[in-house]
């Protein structure tokens, strides 16, 4: 157990819906980091929060955006879905503001968008 | 942002030690280089961080030549439960982390 928690763990929607994917990083951590994970584009940095604010951004559509809340809780935001955006989405925890230390990973939400 | 290559994939029996190689040839000044290990539907878990020379801890080597254009994981006396996807990473203050294709390794019996 990383001691991050992803909810939900599956979600099955369609095509132009939103969803919201929501972390709670590890006791402590400052930092928390999205990736998506689909099967032909590997592991893909989308952005990074530390402390409420937003510290690094890759590769993240338009239509998908994230915040960090006081509680330092996090949530990404998907909306007018296509089916290209059924994947594995990672949230990640880590102690310091950059990523030299370790990254602590969540079992993921899957998402299917039919 | 610097990329990593890596092998698509390795085969290796049990008790044999593996070694997977890690390119960066552009790899900046303030990079460090991460391992990282994941099983299917799983969360990557670190594995070893370094920034030159050699690390070691209790599950695996890390080397790093002087010139840091690549990196080299040990696994020593791997088993079954090591077949995974491993990934290298690079790791900057900017706090941008890129993960390579990865490397797929298979341990037969």
């Known amino acids: 157990d990383s001691g991050v928690t992803q909810t939900p763990k599956h979600l099955i929607t369609a095509t132009g819906q939103r969803v919201t994917l929501r972390c709670s990083p590890r006791?402590?951590?400052?930092?928390v980091y999205w990736y998506q994970q689909s099967l032909d584009q590997g592991l893909q940095f989308l952005i990074q929060?530390?402390?409420?604010?937003?510290?690094a951004k890759g590769n993240i559509l338009e239509r998908f955006s994230a915040q960090q809340f006081p509680d330092l809780h996090s949530e990404l935001n998907l909306s007018s879905l296509e089916l290209g955006d059924s994947a594995l989405y990672f949230c990640?925890?880590?102690?310091?503001?950059?990523?030299?230390?370790?990254?602590?990973f969540g079992e993921g939400s899957r998402l299917t968008v039919l | 942002l610097a990329k990593t290559t890596q092998p698509i994939s390795m085969d290796s029996y049990e008790g044999q030690e593996v070694n997977i190689t890690c390119s960066h040839n552009?790899?900046?000044?303030?990079?460090?280089i991460t391992w990282y290990q994941q099983f299917p539907s799983q969360g990557p878990r670190f594995i070893i961080q370094?920034?030159?020379t050699k690390v070691t801890n209790e599950v695996a080597s890390l080397f790093i030549p002087a010139d840091r254009k690549s990196s080299t994981l040990s696994l020593p006396r791997v088993s079954l439960s090591d077949t995974a996807v491993y990934y290298c990473?690079?790791?900057?203050?900017?706090?941008?982390?890129?993960f390579g294709d990865g490397t797929t390794l298979t341990v037969k019996p």
């Open positions: 990640a925890s880590g102690r310091i503001v950059g990523d030299t230390g370790e990254l602590f």
């Open positions: 006791s402590g951590d400052l930092s």
């Open positions: 929060y530390y402390n409420g604010e937003e510290r």
């Open positions: 552009n790899i900046a000044t303030n990079d460090y």
């Open positions: 370094g920034y030159k």
């Open positions: 990473l690079l790791s900057t203050n900017a706090g941008k982390s890129t």
